[in-house]
Each structure stands twice: as structure tokens, then as C-alpha cells.
């Protein structure tokens, strides 16, 4: 099964729910996406196993609302919005108010970052069948300043999507894959999304938006760990530029859900009655309204059972 909601709800507890099920499917486990959904906490979890991250706060609404170590010019965002919705450069203290009331409409908790000057760039790796990581070739974004929405989505007058939103946002000559970065840079940053990967538990790939300053000290902003596997999502995107027959899309794509499914681990029969099924030939089986009057019963549960059987058949 290869997950194509893309909201929260579908990139974890839906996760959660195939997981149960014990239904196979494609790349990153619920527990690795709920952190990564939060900036604030992909930070935190990143910083504290030593991998760069820019320096910042987290402001909170009603509790501490303005930044406190962190000077303009700064990257107002909220903690949990994709494809930079809500973010604000701010270069000057005055206009630190309103963008941190445009964050805070966005989110009750709001990501203060310094802003690091210098080249954009993203990331991605994919474990290879004997679990080693591989880094895609990567691709940097020619920017006047940061990545905002208007560089990932094309909207109309009234504000809502296109009918071609990713492609219509592209424009000519705003990126190159692969990045033209030195030896060290790509030596940095492939060592920096290896342990990244590690650290967030990621599985099969994972792809992250890193700054570069002017000494080619890269910072991870954020980890995005789903992907679509179209031909326009950006990791198929920079496989493409790998070099290798079997990374081409679809060839990658296919490769991955066959790996999937040969993971699937058989659930013990110990483990599948604590979980409060019956399970027959591998499959679950729960009683229905059409087979729960056929159940041993005694006394009136067992005549309210079938009134109910007969009520619900009849609607």
C-alpha cells in the first residue's frame, strides 16, 4: 500500500491503523512522521544527536510570545504548516510583530529561527536493499532570500490551488540538479542526511531542506518524509539523476513496494488474540450484525442481539 494522504491524520494514524491490520506499506512508520510534522520537534531531536540546526526558539501562544536570543534577521514559521505557509524573513524589528501574528494564525506554536545567509539545497536519501543509505543527487534552489509558498504552489486570484500548481510554480532556471557544491559541502551533507535518517527512524528514504552559509556549514530547517512517488515528486526527481537503471522512476517506486511487502512480519497468534481478534487463514474476522445472533447467549442479551441483527438488516 502506498500512502497518498497527505494530511496529518493520514500520514500517522492512518500509518497506525495499516500497521495493525498488518497491511504492508510504503516508507516512513507513524512514530516517525508525528515528530517530523513539528518543526519545533525535529529540531529538538536533531540538535541533541549533534546534527546542525539553525539557532532558535519556540514561542507558544499565551505563554511566551516574542524571541528573546534571537536577533532580525530571523525565520518567523509555524510549527506545524507545509510548503511555507505562514513563514516571514524579517529584517527589520518593527516588522517582527506582525509576522509573528501571521505564525500564530497559522499555529499556537511558532519556530524562531536565525537566518542563515547563503545557497538552499535539499536532500534526500533511499536504504538500499542491504540497508545501507544512498544520497540522491541534490538540488539547490537559486533564491533572492528563502523558500515561501509562492515557490512551491501556484495560486489563483482567489488564493486557491491551480489546476497545475507544482509545475506552474517552476520556473526556468530557479534550481539544478544535480547541485554544483564542492567535494567538502557534498561530503558534509551526505554525512549530515545519513544520520538524520538515523536519528528520526526513518524507512526507506527521507528528504530534508538544509541551508548553507558562507563557510559551507550546512543546517537542517526540516525533514519532509513522504512522498508521492509521482514523476514530478521530488525524490523520483532526483533519482532520476542518479545514474542507475533501477532508480529511475518507476523502477525505484517498484522496487520500494516490493521491499515493503517482503517486510511484513507474521504477528504471532499470542499477540493477535491480546489485540482481540480471531484470525483465520491470516485474515481478521470480527462478528457482524449478521452473524452476532448466531452467538451462544443466554436471557434477554441474547433476544436484544437479534432485535438489533433484525433492525439493522431491515434500514
Known sequence: MVPHMFCVEGMTRFRSLFDLLEIPFLGNHDYTVWPATDKAVTKQLLEANNVSVPRGELLQKGK??????????????????????????????????????????????????????????????????????????????????????????????????????????????????????????????????????????CRHYSLYDIRVDAEEQPYILEAALFCSFSPLSVIPAMAQHAGREDLKHPKLFHGLLERAAAEKKPVAEEQKMQMGYAFTANVATLPTTDTLASLEGTGDSSDTTQSESESVRSQ
Open 64 to 201: 511566551n510570545e516574542r524571541p528573546t536570543s534571537v536577533r532580525v534577521p530571523l525565520v518567523v514559521k509555524p510549527c506545524n504548516e507545509d510548503n511555507s505557509r505562514g513563514i516571514t524573513l524579517v529584517r527589520k524589528e518593527e516588522d517582527l510583530a506582525a509576522a509573528l501574528d501571521y505564525a500564530f494564525s497559522f499555529d499556537p506554536r511558532v519556530v524562531v529561527d536565525e537566518y542563515i545567509a547563503g545557497r538552499e539545497v535539499r536532500a534526500a536519501c533511499i536504504e538500499e536493499e542491504d540497508g545501507s543509505l544512498t544520497v540522491l543527487p541534490k538540488i539547490e534552489y537559486f533564491l533572492k532570500d528563502i523558500r515561501t509558498s509562492a515557490h512551491k504552489l501556484q495560486t489563483d486570484s482567489s488564493g486557491k490551488l491551480s489546476s497545475n500548481a507544482i509545475i506552474a510554480a517552476k520556473k526556468d532556471g530557479d534550481r539544478q540538479c544535480p547541485a554544483d557544491l564542492s567535494p567538502e559541502l557534498h561530503a558534509r551533507i551526505d554525512a549530515m542526511v545519513k544520520e538524520a535518517h538515523h536519528v528520526l527512524k
